[in-house]
């Protein structure tokens, strides 16, 4: 994170109060009961992240609503990572973050906030789903690490 943003951080956060974390889509696929075949295996990971301001159904006060969508995959292949495989499966959700907005905002401030910490507010809700999903349909472990801001 560089300069600039850090300071558009800190003068977004105290202007925002978190409401709420929703789910709104949910989405489990895999090739087969088990593998298909042997070979080597990777995870990959997705994230994007939008977000809008709207008028609060509660009263005169505006939101920023913020979409974050996060997936993770496991491929199967003898090839390198990075190249293309079979994908064994794969999970996805996408979490709407409310936040109350209690102050101007510059659209870099609510940028930088959106892309961070609104993740980051999502994070474990999202490290709690694949963590279900994996015990449920009785998949190997997967290591969804704690946040660290990066885009990797």
Do not use: C
Not at 25 to 54: C, D, L, M, N
Not at 108 to 120: E, G, I, Q
């Amino acid at each position: 994170m560089t300069p600039e943003q850090k300071e558009n951080l800190k003068a977004a956060t105290p202007k925002l109060k978190i409401l709420d974390v929703v789910l709104v889509r949910s989405a489990f696929t895999r090739a087969t009961e088990e593998p298909t075949a042997p070979g080597k295996a990777w995870q990959q990971h997705k994230r994007g992240v939008q977000y809008g301001i709207t008028d609060s159904s509660e009263g005169n006060a505006r939101e920023l609503h913020v979409l974050v969508q996060l997936g993770t995959r496991v491929l199967l292949s003898e090839a390198a990572e990075g190249l293309e495989g079979v994908v064994q499966f794969e999970i996805e959700a996408d979490f709407v973050v409310r936040y109350q907005i209690a102050g101007g905002l510059d659209e870099s401030a609510l940028d930088v906030f959106a892309n961070f910490n609104s993740v980051h507010n999502v994070w474990p809700f999202w490290r709690q789903h694949v963590y279900d999903i994996v015990q449920r349909a009785r998949l190997p472990h997967l290591e969804i690490p704690l946040f660290s801001g990066s885009k990797s």
